[in-house]
């Protein structure tokens, strides 16, 4: 039988004897169970009864306060809506507020009626729907009352403010009566009785005693009655009082009555006819408000009858009220009864169930206890003896005894177990031995494989013990210091190897400090260190502790690697062309000799900067121009001393600091010796190439100690000596600061000029000297700045060409001639000056095509005015961008001839249609006889390529002639017209004058 079958069956016999001991402990369990079983039903049914009364008392405590609610809310209904109370009866307010929460309250009482159906309490059920229906019409009743009452009270508040109107009504009227009366007697009094007969002093009395005076008592008797009347109708009245009051209102309006129709017939009298009627038709309103139909007296007689209607429901609903009570009590009643006696029954279950389960708990207890005692005291002893024969296997490493027969030939559960134990121990002892023989397989081949890589690793590895015994070197170790083979046996001591090394001459660069020239790795400790061999070569050597005690020497050739990284350091540092130091090193240097300086030592910085280098490199190309560099860097070295420090900054820069205490006289004697040395003749690629050198000079303290400070002032002057014409040097002076300051607010300035309507253009004539008639106009460009005022194109034009911003310049002026001058006559042109920094600009063609074809104009009235200065770099580039504005059918004139290279050579390279004649010639045209001659042999050259010829600068009528005679194109200058900015320009107006002038 095999061990899982054998296990497999001693599972099952286990299996067998756990049922037939769960079978016994049931039947022990089934019959007290049972018992309990019906005490713990009649604990359920005491608990269903408790669930079921519970509710229902919860039901009528909450059915006992929404009766509350419902007489304190309609006893509130009926206080709010009773005629003795203090509310006065005015004003447009609710008198009573619109209730909403008894509905919660008689759904209490719908949710009490089915509870107590749920209870099978039938009779009481029916008393608490009949309670609740008749307390609900009660409810609605007085509900209905209140809005009926309500309403009265606004018809009474209505019908009242009527009645008050009409009588402040009666009160003007009569006031306007009485002063008209006063009047009148004013007017009758007698001013002098003795003027008077005896018949006319008796006519006057007695129109006065007998017909004005009794009809003004009369009118200030009703103006009295009204005041009463309507100060009784303004008092607020409640109760017993508002029925007073309104007995008196009647009696006044009597009074009323009775005085206007005394009144109104002294009013028919003294011819006041209208004011009479006015007078009687108010009275009778005033009464009618009072007693007729509909009128305060029917109307408070109508709210008397409703506040009895309240009391008799008022009653009704106490007695309401007192029948719901009394539901709610004997319900009350009939659910505490009910729950007493479940809760006794329950009770009485719980404490039988108790003894119950306290017998059964106890029996089965003892009954548990005393079988597991008497079968695990069995298996205790054979399980001890077992665990006693396994403990003596772990101490064995031979074949182990078998199981004792004690144990193997019990038929039960542990015997079977006991064997199945015995035969996998003997399978275990069998596969023990098999995998030691694979483990001794795999140890040796990893040890092959570890050999193989130590031997061919690139680094030189060491293993010594504790004892300093060599106990493992590859061969890169042993090929690093060339050791005899006697030396490389195991068991050799590493002092001997050290020994070896000292005698041939190893040199250590960072050894320990107590013995920084031994070469120890070992009594080193964990720190490297770096050797540098015979042969040139250097290692590094890292010392790691094995857990051991012993040491494991790593050494490493890193001889390529510093190499490489000088070469990277010096390449970061260094110029690659020149080999001279780069701006980062050279600031580096300057930082650390400024540092290392000390007080009011003197020094000097040196920028400098290659004139007209961009020329040799567009010209003869850049590898030319690399040579230039190198020798340029060459001289400059021989210019300077051994402790000055020297830099390419980039490009065509160069920089010097002269560190050995200088003067101000050996900084200047340097810059004219290096101008000298680099102005020298090149001869380069069979070429002969002059160039020039600008140096800006800052003088350390005067101009600042601070390395930053230095190098701005430097830069300063270095851009003041370009503008002196180059080739030369300057100092930094304080005011360059200042100026370069202008320059730049010059420039922030300038880059918003256009965007704020700050550039204009001006037009000056171009006059055909065969006619004398205006044939175009060149456009200038104006600056008017709103604090600078007018700025000089002189002054921005250099600048926005070195800040680049002239492309934009150029392209708006271009925009804004083409769209001024289309309104022009045909025959008229316009031209325009172009720079050549926007000549170089990839989007001049896209500019012209925009510009003309935003103006809708023909290109033939366009003419580009470029200087010499375009034509000397990039020649190639250059005419293909002429022939493609040729090709537009823009003129191309050439401006300024004369005052450059003039090169006859730009002429055959591309055919110019005009030719502008610089105005230094003019100036001197009928002074010297070289200028006429000048001026001659340009037109004559002109006329036979056929090209144009314009004169500028023409002041005089004697000029004029002399170019007419010279056969000169066109002419230009102040004896035609100066600028004339575009919103003042009127070209008609202007051509007029202009014949006129000429014709004269």
């Not at 007689?301 to 309401?320: F, G, K, P, R, Y």
């Not at 567009?618 to 070295?637: C, F, K, P, W």
């Not at 010499?868 to 823009?890: K, P």
Request: hydrophobic residues 40%; proline residues 3%; glycine residues 4%.
């Amino acid at each position: 039988m095999s061990a899982i079958s054998l296990i497999d069956s001693i599972k099952n016999r286990i299996r067998y004897k756990l049922i037939t001991i769960g079978i016994v402990l049931m039947a022990l369990i089934v019959v007290p169970g049972s018992i309990s079983m019906s005490y713990l039903l009649s604990i359920r049914q005491g608990v269903a009864t408790t669930k079921l009364t519970g509710p229902l008392h919860a039901s009528v405590l909450e059915a006992s306060d929404a009766s509350q609610y419902l007489i304190e809310t309609l006893q509130g209904l009926v206080s709010v809506c009773h005629l003795d109370m203090t509310i006065e009866i005015h004003g447009n307010q609710a008198l009573f507020p619109v209730i909403n929460e008894p509905n919660k309250a008689y759904a209490v009482l719908d949710a009490l009626y089915e509870q107590a159906l749920k209870n099978h309490f039938d009779q009481l059920s029916v008393q608490i729907h009949s309670a609740r229906e008749t307390l609900f019409k009660t409810h609605q009743q007085m509900q209905q009352s209140c809005t009926l009452l309500m309403s009265l009270r606004q018809d009474y508040y209505t019908q009242q403010q009527q009645v008050t109107t009409d009588v402040q009504e009666l009160i003007n009227l009569l006031d306007s009566l009485i002063r008209q009366f006063d009047g009148y007697v004013g007017t009758h009094r007698i001013p002098d009785i003795n003027n008077l007969s005896d018949t006319e002093i008796r006519r006057t009395l007695n129109e006065v005693m007998f017909d004005v005076w009794p009809t003004l008592r009369g009118l200030y008797h009703l103006r009295d009655l009204a005041d009463r009347l309507r100060d009784s109708l303004n008092r607020p009245h409640a109760g017993i009082l508002l029925q007073q009051s309104l007995e008196k209102q009647m009696s006044l309006v009597t009074l009323i009555r009775t005085s206007m129709s005394r009144t109104f017939t002294r009013l028919q009298i003294a011819q006041k006819q209208d004011e009479a009627e006015h007078l009687s038709t108010l009275t009778r309103a005033i009464n009618t408000g009072l007693s007729g139909n509909g009128g305060l007296t029917e109307t408070y007689a109508q709210i008397t009858q409703v506040n009895e209607d309240l009391n008799q429901l008022n009653d009704h609903l106490q007695t309401s009220i007192n029948e719901l009570r009394e539901v709610l009590d004997g319900v009350t009643v009939r659910a505490a009864k009910i729950n007493s006696q479940a809760q006794a029954a329950m009770d009485l279950a719980t404490y039988q169930a108790y003894l119950v389960l306290g017998f059964l708990t106890i029996f089965v207890s003892s009954l548990a206890l005393l079988t597991l005692l008497l079968f695990g005291r069995n298996l205790s002893r054979r399980i001890e003896l077992l665990t006693g024969y396994t403990t003596s296997l772990i101490e064995l490493e031979t074949q182990p005894q078998p199981v004792p027969e004690k144990l193997t030939q019990s038929s039960d559960e542990l015997g079977m177990l006991a064997q199945t134990f015995d035969q996998l121990m003997q399978n275990l002892f069998v596969a023990r031995e098999h995998l030691l023989e694979e483990s001794r397989s795999q140890i040796q081949l990893q040890n092959q494989r570890m050999m193989i890589i130590l031997e061919n690793a690139p680094y030189g590895l060491c293993l010594c013990d504790q004892e300093e015994r060599i106990l493992l070197a590859n061969r890169q170790f042993i090929s690093f210091y060339h050791l005899p083979e006697q030396l490389i046996q195991p068991d050799t001591l590493w002092p001997d190897v050290v020994r070896y090394v000292r005698k041939r001459g190893v040199r250590i660069e960072a050894a320990t400090d107590d013995n920084p020239h031994i070469f120890d790795p070992i009594m080193a400790g964990t720190k490297p260190q770096s050797v540098n061999l015979a042969d040139g070569r250097i290692l590094n050597i890292t010392t790691i502790k094995t857990p051991d005690g012993g040491t494991m020497l790593i050494h490493e050739d890193v001889t390529e690697r510093l190499s490489q990284q000088a070469k990277i350091s010096h390449m970061a540092h260094h110029d690659a062309l020149t080999g001279l130091p780069n701006r980062v090193l050279f600031r580096e240097n300057v930082i650390d000799t400024l540092s290392r300086a000390h007080d009011n030592q003197r020094m000097a910085l040196l920028y400098l900067d290659l004139d007209h280098f961009k020329a040799v490199n567009d010209t003869l190309g850049h590898s030319v121009g690399d040579l230039l560099l190198i020798e340029a860097a060459n001289r400059l070295q021989q210019c300077i001393n051994d402790h000055d420090l020297i830099a390419r900054l980039g490009g065509d820069e160069f920089a010097v600091m002269l560190t050995d205490n200088p003067s101000r006289e050996d900084a200047q004697q340097t810059a004219s010796k290096i101008i000298h040395q680099l102005g020298q003749l090149y001869r380069l690629n069979q070429q002969s190439i002059l160039v020039g050198v600008s140096i800006g000079i800052s003088v350390i303290p005067e101009d600042g100690n601070d390395q930053d400070q230095l190098f701005k002032n430097a830069d300063l002057a270095l851009y003041r000596a370009k503008q002196d014409g180059r080739n030369t040097y300057c100092f930094f002076e304080s005011e360059m600061d200042a100026l370069m300051k202008a320059r730049r607010e010059l420039e922030l300035d300038l880059r918003s000029a256009i965007e704020k309507g700050q550039m204009q253009l001006a037009y000056q004539p171009v006059i055909n000297s065969e006619t004398l008639e205006i044939a175009g106009f060149e456009a200038l460009l104006r600056w008017h700045h709103p604090q600078r005022g007018w700025v000089p194109p002189s002054e921005f034009i250099p600048v926005a060409e070195a800040s680049g911003q002239i492309c934009d310049i150029g392209a708006w002026v271009l925009r804004q001639a083409c769209q001024e001058a289309r309104n022009w006559p045909d025959h008229l042109w316009v031209a325009v000056n172009v720079s050549p920094v926007q000549f170089k600009h990839r989007d001049l063609i896209q500019d012209l095509n925009t510009a003309l074809l935003d103006a809708s104009m023909s290109a033939n009235r366009l003419e580009l005015e470029i200087t010499e200065g375009v034509l000397l770099h990039n020649t190639e580039s250059t005419l293909a961008t002429l022939e493609s504005i040729h090709s537009l059918g823009v003129s191309i004139s050439m401006d300024d001839f004369g005052t450059g290279y003039s090169s006859l050579s730009y002429l055959r390279m591309f055919k110019f249609d005009k030719i502008k004649i610089d105005q230094s010639f003019i100036s001197d045209l009928h002074q010297t006889q070289d200028a006429r001659a000048m001026i001659g042999a340009i037109t004559s050259m002109c006329e036979n390529l056929g090209i144009k010829t314009t004169a500028e600068g023409v002041e005089t009528r004697a000029q004029q002639d002399i170019l007419i005679q010279q056969k000169c194109s066109l002419l230009q200058g102040y004896l035609f017209g100066r600028p004339v900015l575009s919103s003042e320009l009127d070209v008609y107006r202007f051509a007029k004058q202009q014949q006129d002038y000429h014709t004269r």
